[in-house]
T-cell receptor
Framework: KQEVTQIPAALSVPEGENLVLNCSFT??????LQWFRQDPGKGLTSLLL?????REQTSGRLNASLDKSSGRSTLYIAASQPGDSATYLC???????????FGTGTRLKVLA | GAVVSQHPSRVICKSGTSVKIECRSL??????MFWYRQFPKQSLMLMAT?????????EQGVEKDKFLINHASLTLSTLTVTSAHPEDSSFYIC????????????FGPGTRLTVL
């Protein structure tokens, strides 16, 4: 059974730091993996989608990597800003299914 | 492209009333739409899957008579929470996929329901 884990559950860093958020999964048979941002009381915003055949995706200060063999994905945020404060969710679509499975998220706080 | 919207974004209702949430695919025809629910500090869980023109398939533990799903067109699915109770307060998110692209789902922004 596929399980998705995000560690740490919460993270607080000073502004300007580069940081890495982790997502691990138990079954490497996936179609894709997606990172989302969720602001308090607000909706989901898709940040980066990595297809199964890809190793990484980049958008601005964000870089997401995927290593299926080790069951890990990381979201790298460069030069963090207070506006990056939010919950970051990792979700993936296992092969042979239509059910997205999500982690519980990492709550990030970037201090000014 | 592949934008999914939800309406309303937030809704507050009294216990016992029914609430309808809309999910629309704005620039593609969604053959399948999915409804997820997120309780505080928990991950999103799939509630049901709806294919256009057919009955929804509900996940185990989700009451189909309480959460009515209608997918009457290729661009619109609705979730109606009937006789809402405070324990139904949650964040509801829909996603959609189109024919020929079964490996990708496009997520709406979500609707936060608060039942008083």
């Amino acid at each position: 059974k596929q399980e998705v884990t995000q560690i740490p559950a919460a993270l607080s860093v000073p502004e300007g730091e580069n940081l890495v958020l982790n997502c691990s999964f138990t079954d490497s048979a996936i179609y894709n993996l997606q990172w989302f941002r969720q602001d308090p009381g607000k909706g989901l915003t898709s940040l980066l989608l990595i297809q199964s055949s890809q190793r990484e995706q980049t958008s601005g200060r964000l870089n997401a990597s995927l290593d299926k063999s080790s069951g890990r994905s990381t979201l790298y945020i460069a030069a963090s800003q207070p506006g990056d404060s939010a919950t970051y969710l990792c979700g993936l679509l296992p092969s042979g299914t239509y059910k997205y499975i999500f982690g519980t998220g990492t709550r990030l706080k970037v201090l000014a | 492209g592949a934008v999914v919207s939800q309406h309303p974004s937030r809704v507050i209702c009294k216990s016992g009333t029914s609430v309808k949430i809309e999910c629309r695919s704005l620039d593609f025809q969604a053959t399948t739409m999915f409804w997820y629910r997120q309780f505080p500090k928990q991950s999103l869980m799939l509630m049901a899957t709806s294919n256009e023109g057919s009955k929804a398939t509900y996940e185990q533990g989700v009451e189909k008579d309480k959460f009515l799903i209608n997918h009457a067109s290729l661009t619109l699915s609705t979730l109606t929470v009937t006789s809402a109770h405070p324990e139904d307060s949650s964040f509801y998110i829909c996603s959609a996929r189109y024919r020929g692209n079964y490996n990708e789902q496009f997520f709406g922004p979500g609707t936060r329901l608060t039942v008083l």
